[in-house]
């Protein structure tokens, strides 16, 4: 599959809640808390948001935060039509070259190993496919589901 990945722009926000409503049963609500809008709305306008584009159409995103020396990987969705062709691999690639500069250490917390979207998802076996360790426990997810923090080095 052809797929770039490029800074998110606004028009993009409507893509990006597209996808969020393809993974609400794990994450909890997203696409009708304003909450959520604001915060893409917020990481498209800082440029930190990356969407993976086939042809014209945005096929996954991750949301990026960047204090050094520690960079965060925030929200990762790929659209399930997709998932498993390399998409959630580019936009990690893509996010860690622009982490690059003076940051140490690259954590995303995914799902605790108990949460039902643990395994159905692939997210740890992902990670770790890259790199990623598992840390400490993070806060549960709005849903009330567990979280663990995972760690790299760049």
């Known amino acids: ?19 969020a409503g393809q993974v609400e049963q794990w994450f909890g609500a997203m696409v009708d808390d ?7 709305a917020r990481q498209l306008a800082r440029g930190t948001a990356l969407v993976a584009v086939a042809g014209e159409r945005v096929v996954g995103g991750l949301l990026v935060g960047r204090r050094p020396p520690v960079c965060h990987l925030h929200w990762l969705v790929v659209d399930e039509d997709v998932r498993g062709l ?8 893509e996010a860690l070259a622009r982490c690059a500069d003076g940051v140490e250490t ?8 108990d949460h039902p979207g ?7 076996v992902f990670y770790e496919r890259l790199g990623f ?10 849903e009330g589901g567990s979280r663990q ?6």
């Open 133 to 142: 360790l598992p840390a400490e426990a993070a806060e549960p997810g709005p």
């Open 118 to 124: 643990a395994v159905v998802s692939g997210a740890r």
């Open 34 to 40: 304003p909450g959520f809008h604001e915060a893409v």
């Open 106 to 113: 690259v954590e995303v917390v995914t799902f605790g190993a």
């Open 1 to 19: 599959m052809d797929v770039r990945v490029r800074t998110g722009r606004g028009g993009d926000a409507g893509a990006l809640v597209r996808l």
């Open 86 to 93: 390399g998409v959630g691999r580019a936009l990690v690639a």
């Open 149 to 154: 923090v995972y760690r790299r080095l760049p």
